[in-house]
C-alpha cells in the first residue's frame, strides 16, 4: 500500500507571502492585466508618478482618458499626504504655459511622492489583503 503513496499527489499547502513578495507579486500581475480594480487603478498611477513624476502623469491625463480616468479612482484611496500634493502639483501645472516648465517643472512635488512611497505600498497591500 505504501507504494501506491508514492505516486498520490500531495496537496500544496498555501504559501505565505511576505509583503515584499506579495508587492512584487502584485506588480507582476499588474503588467498582465491581471489585477482588479481599484488596485489597477491605484497602481497605474503610483507606476506613472515614479516613472516620470506629476508633469509627465499629468501629460498622460491629456492624451489619454484611461489615466484621468484611473486617478479619478485613486484619489478616493490615495494617502492624504499624496493626494494634497497631487492637488497642489495639478495646480502649478495647469497655471504654468507649457513653453516656460523646465525639466525639473514639478521637482518638489515629485520629492514628496518618492518619500512617501511606503505608504504607498501599504496602501496596495491593505487592500491586496482586503483590509480596505
Known amino acids: 500500500m505504501k507504494l501506491f503513496n508514492l505516486f498520490k499527489k500531495k ?4 504559501q505565505i507571502l511576505s ?22 487603478e491605484i497602481m497605474t498611477v503610483v507606476s506613472n508618478l515614479g516613472a516620470g513624476g506629476h508633469a509627465y502623469y499629468f501629460d498622460l491625463c491629456a492624451e489619454d482618458k484611461r489615466y484621468m480616468e484611473a486617478l479619478n479612482v485613486a484619489i478616493f484611496y490615495l494617502p492624504n499626504i499624496i493626494l ?3 492637488v497642489l502639483a495639478r495646480r502649478e501645472y495647469n497655471s504654468t504655459p507649457k513653453e516656460a516648465r523646465g525639466e ?10 518618492y518619500d512617501n512611497e511606503e505608504l504607498l505600498d501599504d496602501l496596495i497591500l ?3 489583503k482586503g483590509h480596505i
Open 126 to 128: 491593505k487592500i491586496a
Open 104 to 113: 525639473n517643472f514639478l521637482e518638489n512635488y515629485d520629492k514628496v511622492f
Open 84 to 86: 494634497d500634493n497631487m
Open 19 to 40: 509583503n515584499k513578495q506579495l508587492l512584487d507579486k502584485l506588480w507582476k500581475d499588474w503588467v498582465k492585466n491581471q489585477t482588479t480594480s481599484p488596485l489597477t
Open 11 to 14: 496537496e500544496k499547502e498555501p
